[in-house]
């Protein structure tokens, strides 16, 4: 199994960039998805949260109003739609699903599946 992130790259403070996030080597049409992210001397967070079938999604305080996460079942992909980005939101940001449960959660432990992070730098 593997988790694909990509359309992470530099942009200034107050643009979007979109990012995406494809699974291979199994299904998880029926599984939470969530994103994540790591900046530098500071634990994983979670950013945004989505169930199965998109209609119950969870989102940081800190990203709220401004990121917006989706799925297409089809394509086996979760995005993450981030506008009116900030220097603070500068980190790794990683794709997880959860291979098991039916809920969104913001725990990173019940998350069972991790790509390798793509990297959001956003410039004063």
């Known amino acids: 199994v593997q988790l694909q992130a990509s359309g992470g790259g530099l942009v200034q403070a107050g643009g979007s960039l979109r990012l995406s996030c494809a699974a291979s080597g199994r299904t998880f049409s029926r599984y939470p998805r969530a994103w994540f992210r790591q900046a530098p001397g500071k634990e994983r967070a979670f950013v945004a949260g989505?169930?199965?079938?998109?209609?119950?999604?969870d989102y940081a305080d800190s990203v709220k109003g401004r990121f917006t996460i989706s799925r297409d079942n089809a394509k086996n992909t979760v995005y993450l739609q981030m506008n009116s980005l900030k220097p603070e939101d500068t980190a790794v940001h990683y794709c997880?699903?959860?291979?098991?449960?039916?809920?969104?959660?913001?725990?990173?432990?019940?998350?069972?599946?991790w790509g390798r992070g793509t990297q959001v730098t956003v410039s004063s």
């Open positions: 997880a699903a959860d291979g098991l449960g039916t809920m969104v959660s913001s725990t990173y432990s019940d998350y069972d599946y």
């Open positions: 989505i169930d199965w079938s998109g209609g119950s999604t």
